[in-house]
């Protein structure tokens, strides 16, 4: 963003940036308008609800912005433990945890990645038989880390210094000075990929027809987790509001953000400003399926910075989580009638990968790769109201999870219709033997499924991370406010808390191949060829028993809940040098 525009942005003038300020590319801008024009015929349709006994639970909302995105229910957020205000995110997250007690392992990382591709073959409409795309399979993967926000959960204290894993407050004893309430503000960048071939952002999850883009989004989560209180509702009118505000900015060729980062300026639910969560193809830097590329996270002055090196094309990229990018925070005010915004840069929370993420987060990762499933199924007509009225092959019937639906019409490449609401019954691709590597035959394998994604261990200035976990919060979405039948996960207990999910066929994990003499991290099935270590060759050897974590609530105490299987601490037996 160019200097003499910031320097026009006053705090209360911060979030209400006029589109025209930073113009895109004529096709982003026409882009985007089709979008507001989508959504905005839609904003009316209610959220809807299925009773189920005498509980009634949400049905997930079509895809409109009736809700802030974290609330839409068809998002791409950081899952928090505790249920925010309009229901929880959902999405189903499997995850591998680096961690090293070097200094310098939790703010400089470097990974590199091989994009997946996709099979030659088409998917069908209904979703039987045929071919599987990696949209079908996820809606990004990404790779994250923990950052200090003094506005952020669990709002004790304003104040957080970067860098330093003094702020690793994990204590259970509310008059210790190491108590997990009095924990420093934290929020959680996740550097996502959205891949090539179906609807893009900001209506679906894609970016171009044959290639893919990444964005930097950071998530803060405005509660006092202490006194339960939570930010003014004045901010839940915001797209990119709600309880959990979101950065959003594309990695672009020059590094500077498309447009402001912040929370506020993609608007009000009737009036979005679509510009900074639309990718611009002019701008932004483009990758293709098969590149090899090269990550590098490390904290600068100005704030987290990215740099993407595409090592197969030699083009670049970078962002920078900067005041001069537009990022900042939502300010916590919860007895304010309007939604406040300053300017900020966002920092790593801590110098090691040791210490758990932040305080809200269901998941307890800090340096991570994860990819989020569960946000496709089939549908062969879509109503009005954006929901599907003749289900795919999926679903007997329509369902609640048969929603957030867009038309294929819609899509740069496969022309199917989708339903984005989070696969509450877990009977979508993302759960099936759909992945690559779950059949035993290699060459049909390959013909009908999409490649791995691949990516080596990090090294921190050139050492490895000696240690690793898997984690996945499937405890977390099999209780009974996101999950949609019983029997229903007990995260005080333990009790019906399963993996795989209920009704599942399948749950992807991760194993080892070799890549040019690297040892390598892949996602599927057991079937990979190549594979040199399949951890038990199932999600549930791999992903191990239940993690009860401590979470600061109401009152200055604590609760501790099941809300992730986790295979708990082993060496890293996939170092990258």
């Known amino acids: 963003m160019k200097r003499y525009v910031m320097a026009a942005i006053s705090l209360m003038g911060f979030f209400v940036l006029a589109a025209g300020s930073l113009p895109a590319s ?44 974290c609330q839409s229910y068809n998002s791409l957020c950081v899952d928090t433990s505790n249920t925010p205000s309009g229901g929880y995110v959902g999405h189903d997250e499997p995850s591998l945890e680096f961690k090293s007690g070097q200094a310098g392992s939790g703010n400089d990382i470097t990974y ?15 979703g039987s038989g045929g071919a599987t795309w990696n949209f079908q399979l996820r809606p990004t993967f990404w ?9 952020s959960a669990p709002e004790f204290t304003h104040k957080c210094k970067p860098g330093t894993d003094a702020n690793n ?4 004893n509310p008059k210790a000075p190491d108590y997990i309430g009095k924990h420093p503000g934290n929020a959680y960048m996740e550097l996502q990929f959205y891949g090539p071939g179906y609807v893009p952002q900001f209506e679906g999850f ?15 989560y405005n509660l006092n987790q202490n006194t339960g209180v939570s930010n003014t509702a004045a901010c839940n009118n915001y797209v990119l509001g709600g309880p959990e505000p979101i950065n959003w900015a594309y990695v672009t060729k020059s590094g500077k953000s498309q447009a402001p980062a912040n929370p506020l300026f993609t608007g009000t639910l009737t009036n979005p400003n679509l510009t900074a969560v639309t990718p ?28 993407l090196s595409d090592l197969t094309t030699g083009k670049q990229g970078s962002m920078t989580a900067s005041v001069a990018n537009g990022f900042g925070h939502v300010l916590y005010t919860p007895k304010s009638k309007t939604c406040q915004a300053k300017p900020y840069a966002f920092h790593p929370e801590y110098s090691t990968a040791n210490p758990r993420g932040n305080t809200w987060s269901a998941h307890t990762y800090n340096v991570a790769m994860s990819d989020e499933i569960g946000h496709f199924e089939n549908c062969l007509a879509i109503n009005a109201q954006g929901d599907c009225s003749t289900p795919g092959s999926q679903d007997p019937t329509v369902d609640a999870d048969d929603s957030g639906c867009v038309p294929g019409t819609d899509s740069t490449l496969v022309h199917i219709n989708g339903c984005f609401s989070p696969d509450s019954d877990y009977d979508g691709q993302s759960y099936r033997n759909d992945w690559p590597g779950t059949n035993p035959n290699v060459a049909l394998d390959q013909k009908l499924h999409p490649s791995p994604v691949l990516f080596t261990s990090p090294l921190s200035r050139g050492r490895n991370y000696p240690t690793i976990a898997f984690e996945t919060d499937l405890p977390r979405i099999e209780a009974s406010d996101s999950q949609a039948n019983p029997p229903f996960c007990d995260r005080t207990t333990g009790a019906n808390c399963v993996n795989p999910p209920p009704g599942a066929q399948f749950y992807p994990f991760f194993s080892t191949t070799s890549r040019s003499g690297v040892c390598t991290w892949q996602e599927g099935g057991k079937y990979l060829p190549g594979t040199t270590n399949g ?13 009860k974590s401590v979470f600061p609530v109401a009152g200055f105490t604590t609760v501790k809940l099941f809300d992730n299987f986790n295979s708990g601490n082993m060496p890293n037996p996939c170092r990258a040098g």
């Not at 590199?112 to 409409?125: C, E, I, R, S």
């Not at 590149?291 to 990215?306: F, P, W």
């Not at 951890?535 to 993690?547: D, K, Q």
């Open 535 to 547: 951890f038990g060759g199932s999600s549930t050897a791999e992903f191990g028993p239940l993690l």
């Open 26 to 69: 004529a096709a982003s801008r026409a882009h985007a308008q089709a979008q507001t024009t989508r959504v905005t015929t839609v904003r009316a349709h209610t959220t809807k609800v299925q009773t189920t006994g005498a509980r009634t639970t949400r049905a997930a909302a079509r895809y409109s912005l009736e809700n802030p995105l």
């Open 112 to 126: 590199t990645m091989t994009l997946p591709k996709d099979p030659k073959k088409q998917p069908n409409a209904s």
């Open 169 to 172: 407050l994990v204590g259970t």
């Open 206 to 220: 894609g970016c171009t027809k044959a290639q893919y883009c990444a964005a930097m989004t950071i998530d803060s």
């Open 280 to 307: 611009d193809l002019n701008k932004d830097l483009l990758m293709s399926p098969g590149d090899v590329v090269r990550i590098h996270m490390h904290d600068t002055s100005a704030g987290l910075r990215i740099d």
């Open 143 to 151: 790779f994250g880390l923990t950052l200090c926000d003094t506005q």
